[in-house]
């Protein structure tokens, strides 16, 4: 499997960020929605360099219990 960060652009030309599986499908980081990259149109795409999910997603906070 290949993974990429990636931003692209919706089908109402809102930019979004996600995760692009096997150039095939995009995993919106907004919405979680899964679209076809055929759909989306690769000119809509643009591949990211990795930044951290770690510390955007966990933060500084900690799980209580």
């Given at each position: 499997?290949?993974?990429?960060?990636?931003?692209?652009?919706?089908?109402?030309?809102?930019?979004?960020?996600?995760?692009?599986?096997?150039?095939?499908?995009?995993?919106?980081?907004?919405?979680?929605?899964?679209?076809?990259?055929?759909?989306?149109?690769?000119?809509?795409?643009?591949i990211?360099?990795?930044?951290?999910?770690?510390?955007?997603?966990?933060?500084?906070?900690?799980?209580e219990?």
């Amino acid at each position: 499997m290949i993974a990429n960060q990636v931003k692209f652009k919706d089908f109402d030309h809102d930019t979004y960020g996600g995760i692009m599986i096997d150039n095939e499908y995009i995993i919106c980081g907004c919405c979680g929605g899964v679209f076809e990259v055929e759909e989306i149109g690769k000119e809509n795409i643009k591949i990211l360099p990795w930044v951290s999910l770690d510390i955007e997603i966990l933060g500084d906070e900690e799980i209580e219990g």
